[in-house]
């Protein structure tokens, strides 16, 4: 199976609980941000993402919030189901020169039946 | 609709020898990147692109090499292995510039 992950810190819920995962990021010239699952052996998978712009935005089930002062990132999952267990990165877009994406080392999500 | 597609999904190499991971996507995006990932560290950018004939050095470019010479296809040449270089490798690519980026299923380097 994956080892990816073996020392990453870990958030354990119950079902139906609501998780929240955070993230500080680098630089305060980064205007993207985004956030990713990754399930065990699979690629990162986009889930919500939101612009320098916003403070926070909304999708289903989930809630990315954005505070520019502190320089962090959350991100809000209602309702956690067993499915949703998986690691969970931030990536900022660093708008300095090219645009490159830089990932946050991870959190993993175990959400108990 | 393939996506981003990475071959192989698993190599094993040995110290001093040289290999090609290949990745292509069909989503006619122009920024292309590779990842590596190891255990507790997340993922680390090695090289991008931002276009054909156009690219950049990550945060932990050393003993990598990458070109761009077509919109579709980004490889990435270890030209001398080392078991440092054991991680599982993604490759992403993103439409423009504050887009999301969509990441192949990964391949996995063992280098012994």
């Known amino acids: 199976g994956e080892s990816v992950g073996l020392h990453l810190p870990t958030l354990s819920v119950q079902e139906g609980d609501n998780s929240i995962i955070n993230c500080a990021y680098s630089n305060s010239a980064s205007d993207y941000f985004i956030w990713y699952k990754q399930e065990s052996g699979k690629g990162p998978q986009f889930i919500i993402d939101?612009?320098?712009?916003?403070d926070k935005r909304q999708g289903q089930r989930v809630t990315v919030l954005l505070n520019k002062t502190v320089k962090h990132l959350s991100l809000q999952i209602a309702a956690t189901q067993p499915g949703d267990s998986a690691v969970y990165f931030c990536?900022?877009?660093?708008?300095?020169?090219?645009?490159?994406?830089?990932f946050g080392t991870g959190t993993r999500l175990l959400v108990s039946p | 609709n393939a996506g981003v597609t990475q071959t192989p999904k698993f190599q094993v190499l040995k110290t001093g020898q040289s290999m090609t991971l290949q990745c292509a996507q069909d989503?006619?995006?122009?920024?292309m990147s590779w990842y590596r990932q190891d255990p507790g560290m997340g993922l680390r950018l090695i090289h991008y692109?931002?276009?054909?004939?156009?690219?950049d050095q990550g945060e932990v470019p050393n003993g990598y090499n990458v070109s761009r010479s077509t919109t579709e296809d980004f490889p990435l040449r270890l030209l001398s292995a080392a078991p440092s270089q054991t991680s599982v490798y993604f490759c992403?690519?993103?439409?423009?510039?504050?887009?999301?980026?969509?990441f192949g299923q990964g391949t996995r380097l063992t280098v012994v």
């Open positions: 939101i612009r320098s712009n916003m």
């Open positions: 989503m006619n995006h122009e920024y």
């Open positions: 992403a690519s993103r439409r423009v510039m504050n887009t999301e980026a969509f």
């Open positions: 990536a900022e877009n660093l708008n300095t020169g090219f645009q490159k994406l830089v």
């Open positions: 692109s931002v276009g054909a004939g156009i690219t």
